[in-house]
């Protein structure tokens, strides 16, 4: 079965604080993890990883991909409240039909 | 305008009504896709078209009927739907293409409730 598990599934923080989200996932016809970002409707794209070790970073937010343990972290530093929202974390593998997403982590950031 | 766009953005509608939802995108995508999101579960992916053609049904029940007249365009022909199908159905494309296939960009989607 294809499944994309995201961990915690919400959580709560303070202005200012690091938060770490987990996406584990079994590996099938693997080509790509992504993460992408829900707020209120539309799914964002934040970043596509398809190797291991090598971070990616836009801003504040980075992640990592580890294809020998099956998983991913997502890092957000000095969160804001902008950053309140859901972030999905996708299993991509060949061809249209290969995708496959995780309930997302709710994310709430307090002032 | 840019991006992938979806009306209506909201719907109400009766379990013997007939509606149509539609997603067009402007990024010269040739494979788009209907999700349906529903509380507390992950996107389930319903329907694939790739260059035009269905590549993906995932054993969605036949009260929800696709259409895509051209790559740009898409639609979710609805007709006696039941509460349960009450839920937020987005459209979005992507680019075939090795693993550019995976970056899917969304529209807003639309929120449906089924009385």
């Known amino acids: ?111 | 305008e840019t991006g992938v766009t979806q009306t209506p953005r909201h719907l109400v509608m009766g379990m013997t009504n007939k509606k149509s939802l539609k997603c067009e995108q402007h990024l010269g995508h040739n494979a788009m896709y209907w999700y349906k999101q529903s509380a507390k579960k992950p996107l389930e992916l319903m329907f694939v078209y790739n260059f035009k053609e269905q590549t993906e049904n995932n054993s969605v029940p036949s009260r929800f009927s696709p259409e895509c007249p051209n790559s740009s365009h898409l639609f979710l022909h609805l007709h006696t739907l039941q509460p349960e199908d009450s839920a937020l159905y987005l459209c979005a494309s992507s680019q075939p293409g090795g693993s550019s296939y995976n970056e899917q960009f969304f529209g807003p989607g639309t929120r449906l409730t089924v009385l």
């Not at chain 1, 291991?52 to 000095?78: H, M, P, Q, V």
């Open chain 1, 1 to 111: 079965e294809d499944k994309v598990v995201q961990s915690p599934l919400s959580l709560v923080v303070h202005e200012g604080d690091t938060v770490t989200l987990n996406c584990s996932y079994e590996v099938t016809n693997f080509r790509s993890l992504l993460w992408y970002k829900q707020e209120k409707k539309a799914p964002t794209f934040l970043f596509m990883l398809t190797s291991s070790g090598i971070e990616k970073k836009s801003g504040r937010l980075s992640s990592i991909l580890d294809k020998k343990e099956l998983f991913s972290i997502l890092n957000i530093t000095a969160t804001q409240t902008g950053d309140s929202a859901i972030y999905l974390c996708v299993r991509g593998g060949s061809g249209a039909n290969n995708l496959f997403f995780g309930t997302g982590t709710r994310l709430t950031v307090i002032p």
